[in-house]
């Protein structure tokens, strides 16, 4: 069910009361290359983590339409606390939907929803049996947010005994359990913390496991998709707010920049510039109106049931491959029209630039996403929304 505007405003307003906190925290964060601990509190402490909670256990089980508006919000502000945010978020409502009933009262020991990062990169570990569980080892890579989770969610393999296929499981891990390694030093989202971590024959309770594609246990049908549909909305939404936000401080700078030699003009009497703005605002509105209107058609078509969602998650996820690039090469020109003003260490032009170009490498939105379509659309054998 589409979300309803009282939700979807009570969610922005909890978001504008912590505006403060996640700018003034930005530039700490790009130092300690983690969330600082208050902007992962304000988060926390707003209920922002419930958003794709199921509703029975008191989340907001948020579909994708709303889920783009919160991310996108959040990111106008601290690309980094979006990113995590939606870490948090994602990992948080798996895990609600589909753990065991022994499994979901431990997690919700404390009487709240804890943070969990569902970090790994889609790298499996390996399990192997023991009384009780498993044990679980890996090394994996991309822990947005680990430092201040609780939980950590994983994908391991069992191996298959007498020539049996091996068999996949997500496990939730204790965070406590994994060795975070300080891998994470790069060109932008740095806030993020994405170290990679492993884990050393940890062992897993057998309700901390499940199968990555049974049916939810509990919520409705934003949790019946795959992987692609669940996880498909937060990386556009992000990296379209990143590019929003250089675009709206270039048009409060356009009256001060000038350009021109012998006769120099404002940059906003040009009409050069004037074109590219009117453009560039309406492709990043075309990029956010093609991924909603692609979200709600996907929710659609799981009421269906037809249980045939891989070509329109396909389109989806092509769908965020274009948001992506649109943002990219709004926020090239948007730099370039700034000129001057953008070279500058700590402005917004810079920051963007750094953050947009790490998050635009993310698996989900790179150019495979073209191809996987495009093999639906001629209805080629195999064809795969996750090739």
Known sequence: MRATTELRDDLFERIDTIAPVL???????????????????????????????????????????????????????????????????????????RLPDAGLERLLADGDVPIVCGGGGL?????????????????????????AASWVLLQGFVTGADGTPPKMLVCVVPRDAVEVRDTWHVLGMRATGSND????????????????????????????????????????????????????????????????????????????????????????????????????????RVDQDDGNLRAIEAATRAAGAFAVRTASDVLAD????????????????????RDLTVAANHLLVNESAYESHAQFLLGLPGADPLA
């Open 23 to 97: 700018a003034a925290d930005a530039a700490l964060g790009e130092e300690l290359r983690r969330l600082p601990d208050t902007t992962v509190a304000a988060l926390r402490d707003t209920g922002l983590l419930k958003l794709k909670v199921p509703a029975v256990l008191g989340g907001n089980e948020a579909e994708p339409d709303l889920q783009f508006d919160v991310f996108e919000r959040v990111a106008l502000i601290n690309a980094s606390a979006a990113w995590c945010l939606f870490i948090y978020t994602d990992s948080a409502g798996a895990v609600c939907a």
């Open 123 to 147: 790298r499996p570990g390996s399990l192997e049996p023991v009384p009780g569980g498993y044990r679980f080892s890996g090394r994996f890579r991309y822990g947005s947010g680990i430092h």
């Open 197 to 300: 971590f492993t884990a050393t024959d940890v062992f897993v309770p057998e309700e901390l496991t499940y199968a990555p594609n049974i049916p939810p246990r509990r919520g409705g049908r934003l949790y019946r998709t795959s992987i692609v549909g669940y996880l498909g909305y937060p990386v556009p939404a992000v990296t379209l707010g990143i590019a929003r936000r250089a675009l709206d401080e270039l048009i409060a700078l356009a009256s001060t920049i000038t350009r021109g030699y012998t006769r120099p003009l404002v940059l906003s009497s040009r009409p050069t510039f004037q074109s590219f703005l009117g453009a560039a605002d309406q492709r990043l509105k075309a990029a956010r109106a093609l991924m909603i209107a692609d979200g709600i058609n996907l929710m659609e």
């Open 334 to 353: 948007t730099v370039r029209y700034a000129g001057g003003a953008a070279i500058g260490q700590g402005t917004v032009f810079e920051q963007a630039v």
